[in-house]
Nanobody
Framework: QVQLVETGGGLVQPGGSLRLSCAAS????????MGWYRQAPGKQRELVAT???????NFADSVKGRFTISRDNAKKTVYLQMNSLKPEDTAVYYC??????????????WGQGTQVTVSS
């Protein structure tokens, strides 16, 4: 069974930094695109950033220039480095991965979410 486990959330002051990690485990043939999404109270879940298996990245306009996404394929892990954090970045952050369980079967997986709170 495939699982995604996120770590690294917490409370940070405005202007601060946090690094989120998400590690995949289980029987995996290949991990395709990985990404981070977030959901603030009363709002819909939104894309933050994605990274393909060849490290092509995509970012929401609201985080461009402040957040970076990277991955370590050997560790089956994706990272989100968040700098210059703002109160509006406060949300539950979810890891997502498009995973091939074998060459003919792909499924979408989500982590359990990690809270990021930006407040003074």
């Amino acid at each position: 069974q495939v699982q995604l486990v996120e770590t690294g959330g917490g409370l940070v002051q405005p202007g601060g930094s946090l690094r989120l990690s998400c590690a995949a485990s289980g029987t995996i043939f290949r991990i395709n695109t990985m990404g981070w999404y977030r959901q603030a109270p009363g709002k819909q879940r939104e894309l933050v950033a994605t990274i393909t298996s060849t490290s092509v990245t995509n970012f929401a306009d609201s985080v461009k220039g402040r957040f970076t996404i990277s991955r370590d394929n050997a560790k089956k892990t994706v990272y989100l480095q968040m700098n210059s954090l703002k109160p509006e970045d406060t949300a539950v952050y979810y890891c997502n991965a498009d995973i091939s369980l074998h060459p003919q079967l792909r499924r979408d997986y989500w982590g359990q979410g990690t809270q990021v709170t930006v407040s003074s």
